[in-house]
């Protein structure tokens, strides 16, 4: 129908040249003619683009443009889907092919993984106890969400569903990032790998999922091809939105980059609402004979634009930041003492750390208001969470679906002095984590994980849902190794890992100084790479959790730790191949 009416318009927009013997008209009557051609080109487009409207809504796939100032830099705006590939729909999967099935089961070694074989899973099958069916799979990630907002650790913070998810399964209490930055971060959730590997590196270019060839390697294509049903809602931070269309996700369906969003009707919902709404409709309407993965990407508690009005960059509901309304909540250790004991390069220039610090925490009332409304938004975010679940429940699929609930990244929120993330400390890298398997032993309920785990093992667990055999560019493990029995026989050859490499390439070293860390329990050594002057840190984090006491300059009690930690960051840089020299985001490697 559009293109019938642009073809009409076309004698009217292009008339007949004049032939050789016509008169030649008037310089005013062609202006005229240019004038009405000009206002019958914006009448047809609006015609054209009315009608797409209303078909497209009578369709059920609306779409409302929405601006969005994102934390990471972006100006931008995302279309808000009402439902962007319907559950209905017929399956979209990807083309199968004997090379990309053959390396679903390779898992070759990553040097630094102490991985488990196909042999040794082999070893082990006679022992396995056999689940009735593969598990579904039910993947709740935040963003910009600290480890210790959590009511079980923090009990100023009210996460009631979630303590109670948790007491049915394992918490993770040491979990990280590999890189603390949300699409680096999100692309690691898919691939199981670190960045230098997916090199997703820039802000909404994911070279993970640009082609299908990158994408066959991911959990959801491998998945897919298994005969799950995918879905994935909420954010997504790449341009490029994958639609079922394009053989990716069967259902999908992308909003980011706000707080709230007017949706059609004429209805203003909150983001983690929005979300819990989606998920429903994808556990509704999926089908009902195969197996199903979601991803829930939740764009809460993150903030959102740039303005400098106390707590004005977060914005719950009011339901649920009356919760807090007259409560004080305790500040981090002197921010000011904090940040003066960073590295002189925070001191310079424009540190992006110290820039967002200054918007959100500068004044006691800044602190309040904010941690107030991340409070709020935390709670909003538990009580979506509450009302998926509750619907897996009513669909009688609770006690065969893996549920992970986790994020992207941690946050400062004022500690050292800092907002944001980027850097490697606690607060920044460390995120929560729970798991609820109904295949764990019901003993191990409630119980508290303390083992070094990563966003890059997410990917092996996912799997480990429909017993497929991780990818060999994955570089996780399994972190059902910690708690299924007849999987922690492995542990005995293939001990789980006392330490990790964190690491993040800069988009710019002013603002966001590159750096890594080699990461124990007790130790971690920080190294700037680009810093000269001051390129490295120590900290027992035993004795000085906060990270305030650097103790490279007391080499003399530490100077063996001290090598130790230096000798084994550097030969982890080169069995990972992380690209210490070219830490800095550039040209070169977009």
């Known amino acids: 129908r559009h293109e019938t009416i642009i073809l009409s318009l076309i004698p009217m927009l292009h008339p007949p040249m004049q032939g050789p013997t016509s008169t030649p008209q008037p310089a005013t009557q062609r202006l005229e003619r240019r004038q009405r051609r000009?206002?019958?080109?914006?009448?047809?487009?609006?015609?054209?683009?009315?009608?797409?409207?209303?078909?497209?809504?009578?369709?059920?796939?609306?779409?409302?443009?929405?601006?969005?100032?994102?934390?990471?830099?972006?100006?931008?705006?995302?279309?808000?889907?009402?439902?962007?590939?319907?559950?209905?729909?017929?399956?979209h999967g990807i083309d199968q092919g004997e090379d990309l099935n053959a390396n679903d089961t390779?898992?070759?070694?990553?040097?630094?993984?102490?991985?488990?074989?196909?042999?040794?899973?082999?070893?082990?099958?006679?022992?396995?106890?056999?689940?009735?069916?593969?598990?579904?799979?039910?993947?709740?990630?935040?963003d910009d969400w600290r480890w210790d907002m959590l009511g079980s650790v923090n009990p100023a913070v009210k996460t009631p569903f979630l303590d109670s998810l948790a007491s049915e399964g394992i918490r993770f209490s040491h979990n990280f990032v590999t890189s603390s930055v949300c699409w680096l971060s999100r692309a690691t959730l898919f691939t199981g790998q670190y960045f230098n590997r997916h090199k997703s590196y820039k802000l909404r270019c994911p070279r993970f999922s640009f082609n299908k060839d990158q994408w066959q390697h991911t959990w959801p294509a491998m998945l897919q091809r298994a005969g799950y049903y995918l879905g994935h809602i909420g954010k997504w931070q790449y341009h490029d939105y994958p639609s079922p269309d394009k053989g990716y996700f069967n259902y999908s369906n992308y909003f980011e980059g706000q707080h709230w969003y007017d949706v059609f009707p004429k209805r203003k919902v909150h983001g983690s609402d929005l979300c819990a709404e989606r998920a429903i409709e994808f556990l509704e309407k999926k089908p009902k004979d195969i197996n199903w993965a979601l991803t829930v990407a939740f764009y809460p508690p993150k903030p959102t634009g740039s303005g400098t009005d106390p707590g004005v960059q977060y914005q719950p509901t009011d339901e649920t930041l009356a919760a807090f309304k007259n409560i004080t909540i305790k500040e981090p250790f002197n921010m000011t003492e904090a940040f003066n004991r960073l590295p002189s390069f925070f001191?310079?220039?424009?540190?992006?750390?110290?820039?967002?610090?200054?918007?959100?925490?500068?004044?006691?009332?800044?602190?309040?208001?904010?941690?107030?409304?991340?409070?709020?938004?935390?709670?909003?975010?538990?009580?979506a969470i509450e009302?998926?679940?509750?619907?897996?429940?009513?669909?009688?699929?609770?006690?065969?679906?893996?549920?992970?609930?986790?994020?992207?990244?941690?946050?400062?929120?004022?500690?050292?002095?800092?907002?944001?993330?980027?850097?490697?400390?606690?607060?920044?890298?460390?995120?929560?984590?729970?798991?609820?398997?109904?295949?764990?032993?019901?003993?191990?309920?409630?119980?508290?994980?303390?083992?070094?785990?990563?966003?890059?093992?997410?990917?092996?667990?996912?799997?480990?849902?429909s017993e497929i055999s991780p990818h060999q560019n994955m570089q996780g493990r399994d972190i059902t190794e910690l708690?299924?029995?007849?999987?922690?026989?492995?542990?005995?050859?293939?001990?789980?890992?006392?330490?990790?490499?964190?690491?993040?390439?800069?988009?710019?070293?002013?603002?966001?100084?590159?750096?890594?860390?080699?990461?124990?329990?007790?130790w971690k050594y920080i190294r700037w790479p680009r810093q000269e002057n001051e390129p490295h840190l120590l900290f027992n984090l035993e004795d000085d959790p906060l990270e305030l006491n650097d103790l490279i300059k007391n080499a003399t009690v530490h100077g063996q730790v001290l090598d130790e930690m230096i000798k084994r960051h550097d030969e982890m840089v080169q069995e990972l191949e992380i690209p210490i020299e070219e830490m800095i985001v550039s040209k070169n490697i977009y």
């Not at 078909?55 to 009402?82: I, M, Q, R």
């Open 106 to 142: 390779n898992v070759n070694a990553n040097p630094h993984r102490a991985d488990v074989t196909q042999e040794d899973r082999n070893a082990n099958e006679e022992d396995e106890p056999k689940h009735e069916q593969k598990l579904n799979v039910l993947l709740l990630y935040a």
């Open 347 to 383: 001191r310079k220039g424009r540190n992006t750390g110290r820039g967002r610090w200054t918007e959100r925490y500068r004044t006691p009332l800044h602190y309040q208001e904010s941690m107030k409304r991340i409070y709020a938004l935390v709670y909003g975010l538990d009580r």
């Open 38 to 91: 000009g206002k019958l080109i914006i009448v047809g487009f609006t015609v054209v683009i009315v009608l797409s409207l209303v078909n497209a809504h009578l369709a059920g796939t609306w779409k409302l443009l929405v601006p969005a100032v994102d934390e990471d830099f972006v100006f931008d705006a995302f279309f808000l889907n009402k439902s962007y590939g319907r559950p209905d729909d017929n399956h």
């Open 483 to 522: 708690y299924l029995p007849f999987k922690k026989k492995l542990l005995k050859d293939h001990p789980w890992r006392e330490e990790f490499l964190y690491a993040f390439p800069s988009l710019d070293e002013d603002h966001m100084p590159s750096s890594t860390a080699l990461v124990r329990r007790k």
């Open 387 to 465: 009302n998926i679940v509750k619907k897996v429940k009513e669909l009688g699929e609770y006690e065969n679906t893996l549920i992970i609930v986790t994020a992207d990244n941690g946050m400062f929120h004022g500690a050292h002095g800092l907002a944001g993330k980027w850097f490697p400390y606690q607060e920044s890298i460390r995120v929560p984590l729970i798991i609820r398997d109904p295949r764990m032993p019901a003993e191990q309920a409630g119980t508290v994980e303390d083992s070094l785990t990563l966003n890059i093992d997410l990917a092996n667990t996912v799997l480990s849902a």
